[in-house]
C-alpha cells in the first residue's frame, strides 16, 4: 500500500504542466493502477506481469482511448468512467490479494 501511495503521489509532479484537476485524477489511478501491478508481483514473484500489464496500460491510455492530459475535458463523465475504472483496478486488486489466497503466497522469495 506504502509504495502504491508513493507512485500515485510521484505522478502529482505533472500539475506544473496540466490542471490540477486532470493530476488528481492521475494521482487516484496511478496509485489504484499500483495497488494491482503490486498485487501481481506479490501473487507471481516477478516483475514481467507488472511490466507487460503497464506497457499495455500505457499504451491503450495514450494511443487507442487518449489519457488525462491537458487537453482533456474533465466533466461528469470522465468522472464517472475513471471512479468506475478504479473500482474494478482496485476490486481485481483485492480479489488477486484476498485472504484465501494469502497462505499460497510464499513471502520468503522476497527477503532472501
Known amino acids: 500500500m506504502i509504495t502504491s501511495l508513493i507512485f500515485g503521489v510521484d505522478h502529482s509532479t505533472n500539475a506544473f504542466s496540466q490542471p490540477v484537476i486532470n493530476t ?18 506479490i501473487r507471481s514473484g516477478s516483475l514481467i506481469m507488472s511490466i ?12 487507442a482511448v487518449g489519457s488525462v492530459l491537458s487537453t482533456t475535458t474533465v466533466n461528469a463523465t470522465f468522472i464517472v468512467s475513471n471512479l468506475i475504472l478504479d473500482l474494478i483496478l482496485f476490486s481485481g486488486a483485492w480479489f488477486y490479494l484476498r485472504a484465501k489466497k494469502i497462505p499460497s503466497i510464499r513471502l520468503d522469495r522476497f527477503y532472501r
Open 24 to 41: 488528481l485524477f492521475q494521482v487516484i489511478q496511478s496509485f489504484t493502477l499500483a495497488l494491482i501491478m503490486g498485487a501481481f508481483y
Open 52 to 63: 507487460l500489464f503497464h506497457g499495455i496500460w500505457d499504451f491503450v491510455g495514450s494511443v
